[in-house]
Structures are given as C-alpha cells and as structure tokens.
C-alpha cells in the first residue's frame, strides 16, 4: 500500500524540503563536529608523545562548500625548514614503537602509540560506533 502524506502532495514536497535543507544546515555541521572530536580523540589516545608537539598541532576544521560541509582534521605540527613532514612520518611508518619514559628525551609517554594513529582514530570500530550513535542523535527529529 503507498504511503499517504495526509493532506496532499504540497504539504509531502513542504516536509520534503524542510528535512534536505536541515540535513545541509545547521544539523549537518553540528554532526560533522561531534564526529570530527571523537575522531580526534581516538587519534591522540593512540599518537606518539614525547614533548606534545604532535598534540599541540592537532586542528579540526569545517567548511561549507557547494556540495555541501566538508570536516578537516590533522596534525600539523613538526614540518621542518626541509619539508620534513614528522606527523605524516609517524603515522605512515611502521618503524617506530613507543619508548619507555626512561628511553625519553622528552616528558611525555604514551604506551597505547601505534602508527597510523590518525587514520586509526577514525576507522577503529569502537570509534565508528560512537560516531554513528552522535550522527544518529544529530538527525533525530
């Protein structure tokens, strides 16, 4: 049986209308931040420490482009006069392991480090779920 709108076409169309223009608005960005810090945070439980360059470096970032909101999200921190990317070193090699503080130049030591730390912080399952539960609760009416 087709679903009825109740009151006719125009009032389908009006709702229709509403709910696209909420989910490219307001509702869409608030989303896309709550996903953006639990992404975030899973990403510096599992980064490297040793001064929190890394950490200090981290940005989050929303834009509004045509198609629609676009999230951001990184480390910037420990580019070299060179071009020596530090962060993007340490998330795509696999050479390194996390040192233990008496192995330390710097103050900092985080025992749950592991490369990919930034890629991991938003792809976990652990992670997902609690994005999609804070998407889920940004749509809800």
Same mark, same amino acid.
């Given at each position: 049986?087709?679903?009825?709108?109740?009151?006719?076409?125009?009032?389908?169309?009006?709702?229709?209308?509403?709910?696209?223009?909420?989910?490219?608005?307001?509702?869409?960005?608030?989303?896309? &931040?709550?996903? #953006?810090?639990?992404?975030?945070?899973?990403?510096?439980?599992?980064?490297? *420490?040793?001064? @929190?360059?890394?950490? !200090?470096?981290?940005?989050?970032?929303?834009?509004?482009?045509?198609?629609?909101?676009?999230?951001?999200?990184?480390?910037?921190?420990?580019?070299?006069?060179?071009?020596?990317?530090? &962060?993007?070193? #340490?998330?795509?090699?696999?050479?390194?392991?996390?040192?233990?503080?008496? *192995?330390?130049? @710097?103050?900092?030591? !985080?025992?749950?480090?592991?490369?990919?730390?930034?890629?991991?912080?938003?792809?976990?399952?652990?992670?997902?779920?609690?994005?999609?539960?804070?998407?889920?609760?940004?749509?809800?009416?």
């Amino acid at each position: 049986m087709p679903a009825k709108s109740g009151k006719g076409g125009a009032q389908l169309k009006s709702k229709y209308a509403t709910m696209i223009g909420e989910m490219t608005g307001p509702r869409t960005e608030s989303a896309m &931040a709550k996903v #953006l810090s639990i992404g975030m945070t899973g990403a510096k439980e599992r980064a490297p *420490m040793e001064y @929190g360059t890394l950490m !200090n470096s981290a940005f989050r970032r929303i834009e509004k482009t045509g198609a629609g909101i676009r999230g951001l999200a990184g480390f910037s921190g420990g580019v070299s006069a060179d071009g020596f990317n530090y &962060a993007l070193y #340490l998330h795509h090699s696999n050479k390194w392991r996390p040192r233990p503080v008496g *192995m330390k130049v @710097g103050p900092s030591w !985080n025992p749950n480090a592991t490369f990919k730390y930034l890629e991991r912080g938003f792809t976990d399952k652990d992670q997902r779920s609690m994005m999609n539960i804070a998407i889920g609760g940004s749509y809800k009416l």
